[in-house]
């Protein structure tokens, strides 16, 4: 192909689907390197450090790639702390980042000697009654002001003056701190900042850390600067503090009008709150981030077939050999993806619904203008790198598909294509 929109590297998109078949998750290191890059550089004045976070592509040989460029990981499971030592990720370089999970994982990430995220009250009162001080750990704070910030309904100052100082609750419409604390199940909220307290001097926990979590991705630099400012006010109250994590959520386009906030921007922010905040501590933190769409979703792409054109007399339907098995977001978040025909490029654009073969509704995109597409044309699922396959099911018992790494100018298989053996390896067939 002529057109390099539809080249990674070089290589012709057809001539790799030619070889490893479709569907097919297909990444470009380049992008990714490009990306770790600009994030670094975007927070290179900061002493900072970049944990990939794995749910978002779980695939050994993006973590090892990642793992080159001097990443590390940030886990949700026990199992993907198991994949990091597998690759040589020291435990040092991991950080277990569990959500509602039963308290032998977290026992079992301590004597894996990774670092510990802790999200709820009760699980943090478990952790201080069998290891007190004896080993470090991060709790995980939501601060949800940053949506109501956004829509114009709290005070960033009455909040964080009561999340705390709960006696003052007042200060607060209690419509606000209802809101606020309910709007995730992710992290410990700012409402029970009180009960942290209380528990942390009860069992002498040593609290070395405090992550940041939004329930909401990274919209405007405003809403970043504020959330900073609470959870260093926060982090204050730790004598032990060696590190503030403020995971992931900083996107990038989905839609050609996406309007996605500047990573040098977020860097100066940071950078400014940063150095005020070690003054007034006195030395000198770690600031951690854990992102994974923003270095992994423009590198990858998900290529499917177009094997049935059909007309309700109404739509267009384009019908491919994949679907929410394959990609989920579409169908569960509303997920913009944008879709291209490569292979008839200059064809007259039409409009159409592209649908995935699953029996259910599979809607990929709906009302798109596409170069007019045939049959066998391949069709192009952009921004698929991240929490794309990891994602992926079995549902109509059909397979996962294949994924491809282009690197150093060749397309290098790292996961095979399912079949019908593996759909079936797991299960006891009963006598009767």
Same mark, same amino acid.
């Given at each position: 192909?002529?057109?390099?929109?539809?080249?990674?590297?070089?290589?012709?998109?057809?001539?790799?689907?030619?070889?490893?078949?479709?569907?097919?998750?297909?990444?470009?290191?380049?992008?990714?390197?490009?990306?770790?890059?600009?994030?670094?550089?975007?927070?290179?004045?900061?002493?900072?450090?970049?944990?990939?976070?794995?749910?978002?592509?779980?695939?050994?040989?993006?973590?090892?790639?990642?793992?080159?460029?001097?990443?590390?990981i940030d886990t949700v499971s026990i199992p993907e702390i198991k994949m990091g030592f597998n690759l040589g990720f020291k435990p040092e370089k991991i950080v277990f980042t569990p959500n509602v999970v039963e308290f032998c994982e977290i026992s079992d990430a301590v004597e894996l000697g990774v670092h510990i995220n802790i999200e709820n009250l009760q699980t943090l009162e478990a952790f201080g009654k069998k290891f007190k001080d004896s080993y470090p750990v991060c709790i995980r704070l939501n601060p949800n002001m940053l949506s109501e910030i956004e829509s114009g309904k709290a005070d960033i100052d009455s909040l964080n003056f009561?999340?705390?100082?709960?006696?003052?609750?007042?200060e607060v419409s209690k419509e606000n701190v209802v809101a606020w604390h309910n709007q995730s199940k992710f992290g410990i909220s700012l409402t029970q900042f009180d009960k942290i307290l209380k528990l942390v001097k009860k069992y002498n926990i040593r609290i070395n850390g405090v992550h940041l979590h939004?329930?909401?991705?990274?919209?405007?630099?405003?809403?970043?600067?504020?959330?900073?400012?609470?959870?260093?006010?926060?982090?204050?109250?730790?004598?032990?503090?060696?590190?503030?994590?403020?995971?992931?959520? +900083? &996107?990038? %386009?989905?839609?050609?009008?996406?309007?996605?906030?500047?990573?040098?921007?977020?860097?100066?922010?940071? !950078?400014?709150?940063y150095d005020k905040f070690c003054i007034s501590i006195g030395k000198k933190i770690k600031i951690w981030f854990e992102p994974g769409r923003y270095l992994l979703s423009e590198s990858g792409c998900l290529l499917a077939k177009a094997v049935v054109l059909k007309t309700n007399g109404f739509i267009n339907f384009v019908g491919t050999n994949t679907g929410f098995n394959h990609l989920l977001r579409p169908m569960m978040y509303d997920a913009y993806h944008q879709?291209?025909?490569?292979?008839?490029?200059?064809?007259?654009?039409?409009?159409?619904?592209i649908v995935g073969n699953l029996c259910e509704i599979d809607n990929i995109g709906t009302h798109r203008m596409l170069n007019k597409v045939r049959q066998n044309d391949i +069709? &192009?699922? %952009?921004?698929?790198?991240?929490?794309?396959?990891?994602?992926?099911?079995?549902?109509?018992?059909?397979? !996962?598909?294949?994924?491809?790494?282009?690197?150093?100018?060749?397309?290098?298989?790292?996961?095979?294509?399912?079949?019908?053996d593996d759909l079936i390896h797991n299960q006891i067939e009963l006598d009767f």
């Open positions: 192909m002529k057109n390099y929109q539809y080249n990674l590297q070089k290589l012709d998109l057809h001539d790799v689907c030619a070889k490893f078949g479709t569907p097919l998750y297909v990444y470009d290191a380049d992008i990714i390197k490009k990306q770790f890059k600009n994030f670094t550089k975007a927070f290179g004045e900061i002493d900072h450090k970049i944990m990939f976070a794995v749910k978002s592509c779980t695939n050994l040989s993006i973590m090892k790639y990642m793992q080159t460029l001097g990443a590390g009561a999340s705390i100082n709960k006696e003052h609750y007042d939004s329930s909401h991705v990274i919209l405007s630099e405003e809403v970043f600067e504020k959330g900073i400012k609470t959870v260093f006010e926060i982090a204050k109250l730790f004598d032990h503090l060696e590190y503030v994590n403020f995971g992931g959520g +900083i &996107m990038v %386009k989905h839609h050609p009008d996406d309007k996605v906030v500047k990573i040098d921007k977020i860097g100066e922010i940071l !950078k400014k709150e879709i291209i025909n490569i292979t008839n490029p200059d064809g007259k654009l039409e409009k159409y619904n +069709i &192009m699922i %952009k921004n698929a790198g991240a929490y794309g396959f990891s994602m992926s099911s079995n549902y109509n018992t059909r397979p !996962k598909p294949a994924e491809v790494l282009i690197i150093n100018g060749k397309a290098r298989l790292i996961r095979k294509r399912e079949n019908f």
